[in-house]
């Protein structure tokens, strides 16, 4: 069937823009600028899908000073569109003013210390327990993450924390004005050289602030 499928919301003016093979339209909904593209459904979900769609919200990113992004496969029609607007528009204004001027940066942290063997055992010793850890899991504070994590707060202004599949893995999330983006890599780069040679860090961005939005379509 014909409908939309939205890639996000923005604060700017309502006009229509190509990007790259993409042909968006910015729609006015409730108050709220939509960027939305007309097609027959939502792409079929892959790898390269979720690249393509990552790429595009970041290039719409660049044009506007905030940006909302929507999750993969928000295929809706218009009179859907307008109601998921009309019940979240409250908290769609407070996330657009929330990232008004900023950006994402992403700092990765790995490790390739051994697990020890008794964390091992206590990780398979229950079948509930690895499924539920592997669902949610466990943030393990170590120096390494609280360095990296104050080297990045005099530029973050807000910050979320996913923990990884090992132990000492991380990923840090912060919201950083655009203007001090550079700085940030800089920074976290500098201390993450400091670090011991068990620890590897990766930073990324600036992207759109995919970690900092409200879920929208339940």
Not at 34 to 40: F, G, L, P, S
Request: with cysteine; aromatic share 8%; charged share 25%.
């Amino acid at each position: 069937m014909n409908g939309l499928y939205v890639y996000a919301f923005v604060a700017g003016s309502v006009k229509a823009a190509r990007m790259t093979t993409h042909r968006v339209e910015v729609l006015d909904v409730h108050g709220m600028c939509a960027v939305v593209q007309r097609r027959d459904g939502p792409p079929r979900f892959s790898e390269s899908a979720l690249r393509a769609q990552h790429d595009l919200v970041t290039r719409i990113g660049r044009r506007y000073d905030a940006i909302v992004p929507v999750r993969f496969g928000a295929f809706v029609t218009e009179d859907e569109l307008e109601r998921v607007v009309r019940v979240n528009r409250k908290a769609l204004t407070r996330a657009l003013t929330r990232v008004r001027g900023h950006v994402q940066m992403t700092t990765r942290v790995f490790t390739t210390a051994a697990v020890p063997e008794e964390r091992m055992r206590s990780r398979v010793a229950s079948g509930i327990a690895y499924l539920l850890e592997r669902k949610a899991p466990t943030i393990v504070s170590s120096p390494a993450l609280s360095a990296l994590r104050t080297a990045a707060a005099r530029f973050a202004d807000d910050e979320r924390i996913e923990g990884g599949r090992t132990p000492g893995a991380a990923t840090l999330f912060h919201l950083v004005c655009r203007g001090d983006a550079a700085e940030y890599r800089k920074q976290v780069q500098r201390v993450a050289a400091k670090l011991d040679r068990t620890i590897a860090v990766r930073v990324s961005g600036p992207w759109p602030p995919f970690a900092f939005v409200t879920e929208l379509w339940t």
